[in-house]
């Protein structure tokens, strides 16, 4: 560790624990000393100036908060003496941005092997789609789901069936429950090293079943959206094809889903087999139907190779979950540096969940190249925020305990390293969900801050890959696009090196700059987009899916 604190930002009056400080410790930082009142934990933050009451409180060059009791010099702050505080007042102008783009001249004429699509998108995967258009018909998707993966050599194995034999022995030897709930099992320290691959369709990374909980029994807007996030993924540059089951009678209309792939995909030509329970008679007779189309589509969807690509067909999305005080310090920043590489490149990078944008609206305001894309932020922004407020909560009460607990004390400091994972490219569009990426550069997309209704929706938005960092660990991932974990700090990395991908907590320890770990970052993705690389969500088989019904969601 080269040193114990770091000030984030020159205007901000707090610093951050790089180590855990204990009461009366002298800690030295850019010629000024401080002896602190108090412990201050690794991730947690003190004052650099004595406080009153009403004084704000700065961290990354913003307002994350307010005094709101007197804090001495050197104390640490925490939810009793700090308040959740934000500047409500926003300037919107036509911007004239001079961005300084980083040097990619490492990266120039690179490709990566990848899928064309006739629509000039490319895939850094192959799957195929089967889905449901209402909730009904989610167990049709599970013994279609039974019947595909185990035949075609899809299946993953599951070791954990191994474990339930073994102590079913042991119950008939007539163990007891000490003896069970002590029992070692040592291949579960053995996780499933490699991708499962069909030796029949080698060109296909896997047949994805998606099931959901809508469709019908709720507003017709609800049964809209869902349709435009189902035409999506459908449409999706990683999918190949896809099978849809309708029950026929839903609010959630095949014509409706229709008209939403045609406005995605004019000249869609991808093989997509629509089936109608209620047209079909038997459900018999609807899954045979359904595996013979299925079957014939994977035929044809494993025709297509991964072939080179240029480095602008790649288009991420970017997403924290389960951060910590370290968060938007190491990690975020280095998915910032490669939303940049990937900008500079002429690809493409979103940024979404609105909740932990709260804050530093006015910054990005005057990163949005169009006037009425950022009054269209803003617009969102304020909308969300009183829906929240309608029900009698706020974008206030986002962070959760476990945050709170590794230092983001208040939704605004949460917010604002949050939003480092944006880089520093000028915004060129602001999507509403569940759109698509339209124009070339970062844009920003409205979700909820929760994981899987984000990722779902970055994934809607055409993203091959998601970067998603982490400071106490998730194992979320997506269907159609892939997910990276990312960590924060080495701890973690080391302690649930099964479901992360890239550790950045060598930023923390001072062994890598931003830049360094950026790039490190951006040639494992490099990889992971031409199929080299098999992440832990892949590997894992985290495909979590949830739509936004459009609700307060945080």
């Not at 089967?130 to 993953?156: D, M, Q, S, W, Y």
């Not at 499933?192 to 909980?213: A, R, V």
């Not at 435009?228 to 999918?239: F, Q």
């Not at 945050?403 to 602001?430: C, E, F, H, Q, R």
Request: proline share 4%; glycine share 10%.
């Amino acid at each position: 560790m080269k040193q114990k604190v770091i000030k984030v930002n020159n205007d901000d009056n707090v610093l951050v624990a790089l180590s855990n400080l204990t009461k009366g410790e002298t800690v030295e930082y850019n010629n000024d000393s401080f002896v602190l009142q108090t412990d201050v934990n690794a991730k947690h933050k003190f004052v650099t100036t004595d406080l009153n009451v009403g004084d704000e409180i700065h961290m990354y060059g913003v307002l994350v908060g307010k005094a709101s009791e007197p804090i001495s010099k050197g104390s640490r702050i925490t939810t009793a003496n700090v308040k959740h505080a934000v500047s409500g007042e926003f300037v919107v102008k036509q911007n004239d941005i001079h961005w300084k783009a980083p040097d990619v001249s490492k990266w120039k004429g690179k490709e990566f092997s990848g899928y064309h699509r006739s629509d000039g998108k490319v895939g850094t995967a192959n799957y195929w789609l089967v889905v449901p258009l209402v909730f009904c018909e989610n167990r049709n998707i599970e013994i279609l789901k039974e019947a595909f993966l185990k035949e075609l050599g899809f299946a993953k194995p599951n070791n954990y069936q191994q474990q339930v034999k073994e102590l079913l022995k042991l119950k008939e030897g007539g163990a007891g429950i000490e003896e069970i709930l002590n029992f070692q099992f040592t291949s579960i320290e053995s996780p499933n090293n490699q991708i499962t691959k069909s030796s029949q369709f080698p060109n296909i990374d896997g047949i994805k079943f998606l099931t959901h909980e809508g469709g019908c029994g709720g507003i017709r807007q609800d049964a809209n959206v869902l349709c435009s996030l189902l035409a999506s993924y459908i449409t999706h540059p990683n999918v190949a094809g896809a099978t849809v089951l309708s029950l026929g009678c839903q609010n959630a209309q095949i014509s409706i889903l229709e008209e939403e792939i045609a406005k995605r995909n004019p000249t869609f030509d991808r093989p997509l087999f629509i089936l109608d329970h209620q047209q079909s008679g038997s459900e018999t007779k609807l899954l045979s139907e359904a595996i013979n189309k299925t079957f014939a589509g994977l035929v044809q969807a494993n025709e297509t190779k991964r072939t080179p690509a240029p480095l602008s067909k790649l288009t991420i999305g970017v997403k924290c979950g389960g951060s910590d005080g370290f968060s938007g310090i190491s990690a975020n920043p280095a998915v910032g540096y490669v939303s940049d590489i990937i900008v500079a490149l002429g690809g493409n990078s979103v940024l979404a969940e609105f909740p932990e944008l709260c804050g530093v609206e006015q910054e990005l305001v005057n990163r949005t190249v169009k006037k009425e894309d950022a009054e269209f932020f803003l617009q969102l922004m304020k909308k969300y925020a009183a829906n929240a407020a309608a029900v009698g909560s706020g974008f206030d009460m986002n962070p959760s305990p476990g945050n709170i607990k590794d230092g983001l004390i208040t939704d605004a400091m949460k917010s604002a390293g949050a939003a480092k994972k944006g880089g520093t490219s000028p915004i060129v569009d602001v999507l509403d969900y569940p759109q698509q990426v339209k124009n070339q550069g970062l844009s920003l997309l409205c979700t909820p801050g929760n994981d899987v209704e984000a990722v779902t929706g970055l994934a809607a938005a055409h993203s091959n890959i998601v970067l998603f960092t982490t400071g106490l660990g998730t194992p979320t991932g997506n269907p159609v696009a892939p997910t990276i974990k990312i960590s924060s700090n080495t701890t973690l990395y080391k302690k649930m090196n099964d479901i992360i991908d890239v550790n950045t907590g060598t930023v923390i320890e001072g062994d890598e700059t931003i830049e360094q770990a950026g790039g490190r970052l951006f040639d494992y993705i490099l990889k992971v987009a031409s199929g080299e690389e098999i992440i832990s969500a892949v590997r894992n088989g985290q495909d979590d899916f949830i739509p936004w019904k459009r609700g307060v969601s945080l």
